[in-house]
């Protein structure tokens, strides 16, 4: 059993291309984005644990108060 269209399937041959050339550029866009996006995190080393360990902070609460100790 299909779930109902929300919005209607187009009737002429134009729309039909424009919706196949909008989708197919914003896959393109997406590809070249998580391309981008993993060579950025490949250089950066993948998140080292040198770095890591120096951003480790210990946050406490007791009811409205929150103790802030950063780990050094």
């Known amino acids: 059993m299909s779930s109902p269209r929300t ?3 187009p009737k002429n041959l134009f729309r039909k291309l424009e919706r ?3 989708g197919f550029m914003m896959s393109i866009m997406a590809f070249v984005l998580e391309k981008v996006v993993m060579r950025g995190i490949r250089k950066e080393g ?3 644990k040198e770095r890591s ?3 480790a902070t210990s946050i406490t609460t007791k009811g409205g108060e929150i103790d ?3 780990d050094l």
């Open 7 to 9: 919005t209607p399937k």
């Open 46 to 48: 993948g998140g080292s």
């Open 20 to 22: 196949m050339f909008v």
């Open 68 to 70: 802030f100790e950063p």
């Open 53 to 55: 360990e120096a951003e």
